[in-house]
């Protein structure tokens, strides 16, 4: 009992063996209805990668143990003697039933409040490295509420320029409409420039300070590029923290083609890693 190793015990498999079946799958991403709880709309969620659940309706996840615990009731030493006697194969086969994934229209902001409380939120941003004083001192970072058709979430939410919000917890990754950058003000002449706002909230740890000395803006991602040209002939230079992929290397190119002084700082400070909060976890 003692030599499981609980991380490679697969989810999937043991929802299989209690003939429980996903209902739709996105990537390494399955949706179950939920088996600790009736519902007709799938909010329970197996990420392979990770290998560990999450009910979104009962806000409560883990890992393989937790899930047998739940699934019968039973405390964690039961369920690693209800591990150690069986063996959960991992399926060949998996089958979804067809059903369209809800949007970005679907989702509905419901509340922004403008600090984070949830533990669990919080727990999140720490096990990216990003330290209290950055999530208490960050004014576009809230802790988000919102629907999609009849099911409420919560999750960290960073707001754009324009209303709409970057979503992340530890189980999905989405945003709400409209689509935009997020400026946030500093020396109004040399300007500070992020592919993501898990990438800002890194420097502003890796730095130790939670308000930064020049403008800064968060792309929200490489589609947003657009808005940040028209806004660089304002600044005499640009500090670059993109990500060191192929999308992030084209817009490094765009800007430095752009503008006579631009300092690219992923290939100085982390051109090992494939962006700032990796390398800020991997130190």
């Known amino acids: 009992m003692n030599e499981i190793n609980i991380s490679q015990v697969d989810i999937l498999a043991i929802l299989s063996s209690y003939g429980i079946q996903p209902v739709k799958n996105r990537n390494h991403k399955f949706w179950f209805n939920s088996p600790l709880r009736n519902e007709t709309k799938p909010s329970f969620i197996v990420d392979t990668e990770k290998n560990l659940w999450y009910d979104f309706g009962l806000g409560e ?21 209800i591990i150690s006697g069986k063996e959960f194969p991992k399926p060949r ?44 001192n960050c004014k576009p970072l809230k802790e988000l509420y919102y629907a ?24 999905w990754k989405g945003s709400s409409s409209p689509k935009s950058i997020t400026t946030v003000p500093g020396n109004p002449g040399i300007v500070n420039v992020f592919e993501g706002f898990m990438d800002y909230l890194s420097a502003l740890t890796f730095f130790k300070t939670a308000f930064p000395r020049h403008t800064s803006i968060i792309l929200n991602g490489t589609g947003q590029t657009k808005n940040l040209m028209a806004l660089l002939p304002t600044f005499h230079k640009v500090h670059l923290y993109l990500d060191n992929d192929e999308a992030g290397k084209r817009v ?11 300092i690219n700082h992923s290939e100085k400070l982390y051109p090992n890693h494939k962006d700032f909060n990796e390398f800020l976890c991997g130190k």
Do not use: M
């Open 61 to 81: 996840g883990g890992n393989a143990i937790t899930l047998i615990c739940k699934l019968n009731n039973v405390s964690a030493k039961e369920a690693f003697q």
């Open 93 to 136: 086969h998996i089958i979804c039933k067809t059903e369209k994934t809800p949007g970005n229209s679907a989702l509905k902001i419901i509340k922004a409040n403008s600090s984070i409380q949830r533990p669990a939120l919080i727990d999140y941003l720490n096990q990216r490295k990003i330290d209290d004083n950055a999530i208490r």
């Open 148 to 171: 999609i058709e009849d099911k409420r979430y919560y999750a960290i939410g960073f707001q754009n320029d324009r209303g709409g919000y970057e979503i992340r917890n530890s189980f």
């Open 252 to 262: 490094v190119a765009q800007i430095e083609d752009s503008h006579r002084c631009v």
